[in-house]
């Protein structure tokens, strides 16, 4: 559904960030991009979401299709009406918003008459939320607030979901809750993931499918049950060397 083609990447005219990357999503498939810091995850998600122009930044070679569209260097806001959401790094929900609220703002794309049957649907993957209905976001957990975000972008039913590093700063144990719930998605909801994570255990285990970016480009892909076997993935990434 998603073929990123030889991308190049450049910030602000002149920083190279992304040079000549290709990257497929099949449908129903969560596929993850490993790579150590500045590789260039999170700036690839931003290609694909059109969030790279807010930063100065532009698809300059290579092309984005979308279930048949081409959209790089499309308008965020197109995008998005394409079918494609991103989940930023560091839990962006309304702080000062309740929990309810959040998922109602996040359905901005839906048919209104179906806003109460999605936040339903959240609230039964996520039942902390739902206890949780009336509580402002800002003063939930950092697990909670993930949580949040990633209901929020259920309600607006994407076709494909960019998620930038969900397990960041969470406890073990959270980092698990979540990692099962993307897992439910793929097997219930049959929903298509691009992840992006620095915890490359965890993100092999619940992909079908793995890239790994070093500078600008993919150095290695595979299945992820070929990668978690992979002597160099291992050594470099799953510290089991
Ligand atoms: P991390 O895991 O640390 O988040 P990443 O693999 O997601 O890293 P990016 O955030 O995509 O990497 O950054 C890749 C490179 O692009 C880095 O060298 C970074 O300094 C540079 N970069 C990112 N955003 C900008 C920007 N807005 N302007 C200029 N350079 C940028």
């Known amino acids: 559904m998603l073929n990123v083609n030889n991308i190049e990447v450049v910030y602000n005219d002149v920083i190279l960030v992304l040079k000549g990357l290709s990257l497929n999503v099949r449908e129903g498939s969560v596929v993850c991009l490993l790579g150590s810091n500045g ?17 100065d930044g ?9 279930m048949g569209d081409r959209i790089d260097n499309k308008d965020a806001a197109e995008i998005v009406k394409n079918g494609i959401f991103q989940i930023m790094e560091g839990r962006r929900v309304f702080k000062d918003l309740n ?30 939320l739902k206890e949780r209905r009336t509580q402002l976001a800002g003063y939930m957990s950092g697990g909670e607030q993930q949580m949040l975000a990633i209901g929020r972008a259920l ?7 960019l998620m930038d590093e969900p ?8 980092v698990k809750e979540i990692f099962n719930i993307i897992k439910t998605l793929r097997e219930k909801e049959n929903a298509s993931i691009l992840l ?6 965890m ?13 600008g480009k993919i150095v290695l892909e595979g299945t992820s049950e070929e990668l978690v076997k992979n002597e160099d993935v291992k050594e ?4 089991s060397g």
């Open 167 to 174: 397990s960041l700063g969470l406890s073990p144990l959270l």
């Open 39 to 55: 590789a260039g995850k999170t700036t690839t998600l931003k290609a694909v979401s059109g969030l790279l122009d807010s930063e």
């Open 58 to 66: 532009r698809v300059t070679d290579g092309e984005i299709v979308f």
């Open 99 to 128: 929990v309810e609220e959040n998922l109602i703002a996040g359905a901005y794309t839906s048919p209104s008459a179906k806003v109460k049957d999605y936040i339903d649907k959240v609230y039964t993957y996520f039942p902390r």
């Open 236 to 239: 470099f990434y799953l510290g």
């Open 155 to 161: 309600m607006a039913e994407p076709k494909l979901i």
């Open 196 to 201: 992006v994570e620095q915890n490359a255990n």
């Open 203 to 215: 993100a092999l285990a619940v992909s079908d499918y793995g890239y790994i970016m070093e500078n």
